[in-house]
C-alpha cells in the first residue's frame, strides 16, 4: 500500500496531471499579496503629499496641546494634594502633642 502526502504528488512535474483543486489553492496566497502590495504603494504615495504632511503636523501639534495640559492639570491636582496632606499631617501632629513632654 503506497500513501501519498497530498492529492497529486506523484505528478507535481506535469502541470496537466495536478487536479483542478490543487491548482486552485495554490493561487490564492497571491491574491492577497498582490493586494497588500497596492495598499502599501497608495500608502506611501498619500504619506509623500504635502496636504498629507501638513495634516500630520496639525494632528500631531494638537495631540502635543492636550499632553501638556492635561499633565498641567496632574501637576496642579497632586500640588492640592500634597498641600491638603501636609496640613492634615500637622494637624494630627498638634492633636497628639499635649505640651507636655516626657
Known sequence: M???????ALCR???DQIPWDLKEHTMYHLIPFAAGAVVGALAVRLLRTD?????LEKAQDSLREATVSSLSSIEHASARARKR??????????????????
Do not use: M
Not at 503506497?2 to 497529486?8: A, D, K, L, N, T
Not at 496636504?51 to 495634516?55: A, I, P, S
Not at 496632606?85 to 516626657?102: A, N, W, Y
Open 85 to 102: 496632606l501636609e496640613s492634615e499631617s500637622r494637624t494630627v501632629k498638634d492633636d497628639t502633642d499635649d505640651g507636655t513632654s516626657q
Open 13 to 15: 512535474d506535469d502541470p
Open 51 to 55: 496636504k498629507t504632511r501638513q495634516g
Open 2 to 8: 503506497r500513501i501519498q502526502p497530498y492529492p497529486g
